[in-house]
C-alpha cells in the first residue's frame, strides 16, 4: 500500500506478524517502567495465542519459548516479587504458549482438510471444462478459468465451444450455487450443449434443449433426493454464441447474463447488450416466452469477449467493481490469449486476496 506520495506503508499480514514480538518487547518495558503491583502477563500471554493461527509449528514453538523466557528473566531480576507470585506467572505464560501450540496444529489441519476439499471440487470442475482448441472454424479461441481466493467455495462457471454443421457454436454460463452440486450441474450442461450444438438446426433450439436436460436434472435430483452438499440451485445465466462459417457475423441468445463485449481491431469496443431482457435458464416456471437471437457483425481483426461475474464484480479495497468495459476500451490485443491474459492480471491487481467468486473467460477472435 502506497500513500499518495508514494511511501510504501507496510501490509497487513506484515502487521501481524510483527505483533508477538511487539507485545513482548511492551511487556519488558511495561514490568521495568511501572510498579511492582502492575504485571506484564497480558502482553506475554498475548503474543503466543496472537502468533498460533499466523505462524507455523515452528514459529509458534518459538514465540512461545521466548515468552517464557521473558516473563522468567523479568520475575529474575525483580527481587522483589515473591517466590510463589513468580512461579504463577511463569507456569500461566508457559501453559498459554503449550495451549498455542495445540490451536496452531488445529488451525493447520483445518485448513489441511479445507484445502484438500476444494482441491477435489476444483479438479472436477477442470475434468468438465476442457481448454478449447486454439483454432475452431476458422475462429481464434482461448479460453481462462480463475479460481476465487483460498477458502472461497468453488462456483459453477462453465465454458464450452463446439464446431457443427450449423457454424461454431459455444456457452459461457454460471450456475446458481457453489461446491460440488454446482460442478456436476456444469458436467449436464456441458453434456447437453455438446449434443445439441451438433443436432439443433438453430441457436434457439439449443437453448429449449438446455432447459429441457436442466427440468429433467431437477426432477431427478428431487426424486433421489439427495443430500444438500450437492443440491442442485435451480437456474444458470448463460450466453450461448453461433458462428456461421465464412458469413462474417454472430447470432447471440442471452439468457440474464453479462453482456459480450466486441473489441474491434482499432481498440473500439462495444457491448453487446440484449434488446429485451430474459430471464436465465432453469426458470420457465416464471413465464416463457420464444428466444429470439441478436445477430451482429463480426469483422476481421475483432474479438467477442465473454465472461461471468466474476470479472464483474471483482472489488478493490475501496469496493469499487472491476469494470472490463471501462477498462478494456482504446485497447488492441494481438491475440485472444493475450487478452485473457491482461485480463487475469489485472483483476488479481485490483481485488488482490479479495476475490470471493471463481471466473471464466472466453475470447473470440476472427483473424
Known amino acids: ?147 476465487a481466493q483460498a477458502g472461497a467455495s468453488i462456483g459453477g462457471d462453465l465454458y464450452a465451444v463446439q464446431d457443427s454443421p450449423h457454424g461454431v457454436r459455444l456457452i459461457v454460463g454460471d450456475v446458481r450455487g457453489k461446491g460440488l452440486g454446482a460442478v456436476s450441474a456444469v458436467a449436464v450442461l456441458i453434456g447437453a450443449f455438446r449434443e445439441a450444438a451438433e443436432q439443433e438446426a438453430t441457436l434457439e433450439a439449443v437453448v429449449q434443449r438446455l432447459e429441457r436436460a436442466l427440468d429433467r436434472e431437477a426432477t431427478r435430483r428431487e426424486a433421489t433426493r439427495r443430500d444438500a452438499a450437492v443440491e442442485f440451485e435451480g437456474f444458470v445465466t448463460a450466453v450461448l454464441a453461433e458462428f456461421p462459417h465464412g458469413a462474417g457475423r454472430a447470432r447471440i441468445v442471452n439468457r440474464g447474463h453479462p453482456s459480450p463485449l466486441m473489441l474491434h481491431a ?52 475501496h469496493g469499487v467493481f472491476y469494470d472490463p468495459a471501462a477498462r478494456l476500451a482504446g485497447r488492441v490485443f494481438t491475440a485472444p490469449r493475450a487478452l485473457l491474459t491482461t485480463l487475469a492480471e489485472e483483476v488479481r491487481r485490483h481485488a488482490g486476496d479479495r476475490t470471493t467468486d471463481d471466473m471464466a473467460l472466453l475470447a473470440v477472435r476472427r483473424p
Open 1 to 147: 500500500m502506497r500513500e499518495p506520495g508514494g511511501r510504501r506503508f507496510p501490509s497487513a499480514r506484515t502487521l501481524a506478524r510483527a505483533l508477538p514480538v511487539l507485545l513482548i518487547a511492551i511487556g519488558l518495558f511495561y514490568d521495568h517502567f511501572t510498579p511492582r503491583e502492575f504485571t506484564a502477563i497480558p502482553f506475554f500471554t498475548a503474543a503466543p495465542l496472537v502468533t498460533a493461527p499466523l505462524f507455523t509449528l515452528y514459529g509458534t514453538v518459538i514465540v512461545g519459548a521466548v515468552s517464557v523466557a521473558g516473563i522468567s528473566a523479568v520475575r529474575v531480576y525483580d527481587v522483589d516479587s515473591g517466590h510463589e507470585d513468580a512461579i504463577t506467572e511463569i507456569v500461566t505464560v508457559a501453559t498459554v504458549a503449550v495451549l498455542a501450540v495445540l490451536i496452531n496444529r488445529l488451525v493447520r489441519r483445518s485448513d489441511a482438510r479445507l484445502a484438500t476439499a476444494r482441491e477435489i471440487a476444483e479438479a472436477a470442475q477442470r475434468a468438465v471444462l476442457p481448454v478449447p482448441q486454439e483454432w475452431i472454424g476458422g475462429l481464434e479461441i482461448a479460453a481462462r478459468y480463475e479460481a
Open 266 to 317: 482499432d481498440g473500439t469496443l462495444c457491448t453487446l447488450d440484449a434488446p429485451q431482457p430474459a430471464l436465465p435458464l432453469g426458470m420457465d416456471d416464471l413465464g416463457t416466452w420464444p428466444d429470439r437471437a441478436e445477430e451482429t457483425g463480426f469483422p476481421p481483426g475483432a474479438t467477442l469477449l465473454f465472461y461471468t461475474d466474476g470479472l464483474s464484480e471483482a472489488r478493490d479495497a
